[in-house]
């Protein structure tokens, strides 16, 4: 075998297996790993929580870091936080802090919105967008919904006022939300 060609036969099989590899990585690998975590690998991501509080087995911590703000300019003063139990990552709420009734329009959390925060938290884009629960709570006004993001993650939030704003919303891991092979 010439120096050549091993050269060749070398850079092939390089390609070769960096492609292979490149299909047997899921997204949800490919980004970070939040449910189950415990605080000290979430602050890694995020930085030190700003604010911590405590309900026995539950602590939910806040971060507010500059480059999560950036993500809504229109909502300067939103923040998010990360709710543990028995020390492991259950929950991640997206606070407006009361702020959105200067929004200008309406709807100020939906799919671009749940996909921006997604992103920032997971590393990567959702995977799907796909409505499981609609519920109105008898005053046409106020509606509650659950949305599937993929691999795993469902967004809850409700909306209400003839703006339909949300002043919260959260996402969990969820089973119906995993990606089976017909998702």
Not at 8 to 14: F, M
Not at 114 to 127: D, E, L, M, V
Not at 142 to 154: A, K, T
């Amino acid at each position: 075998m010439t120096s050549s060609s091993f050269w060749q036969t070398l850079t092939g099989l390089t390609v070769g297996c960096g492609l292979f590899n490149s299909l047997l990585i899921t997204p949800a690998w490919a980004g970070r790993d939040i449910f189950n975590q415990q605080p000290p690998t979430i602050n890694h991501y995020f930085g030190h929580h700003i604010a911590k509080q405590a309900n026995g087995e539950q602590i939910t911590y806040t971060y507010a870091p500059q480059n999560f703000r950036r993500l809504f300019p229109q909502f300067p003063k939103s923040t998010f936080s990360i709710t543990f139990i028995k020390n492991q990552a259950k929950t991640i709420n997206l606070n407006f802090h009361e702020n959105f009734g200067q929004y200008p329009g309406s709807y100020n959390y939906d799919q671009s919105v749940a996909a921006k925060f997604y992103n920032y938290i997971f590393g990567y884009q959702p995977p799907i967008w796909r409505e499981i629960t609609t519920k109105f709570s008898g005053n046409e006004t106020i509606y509650f919904y659950e949305y599937c993001l993929g691999d795993g993650v469902v967004t809850s939030f409700d909306r209400y006022g003839y703006k339909q704003f949300t002043d919260s919303a959260t996402l969990t891991y969820d089973t119906r939300c995993e990606s089976p092979p017909n998702f």
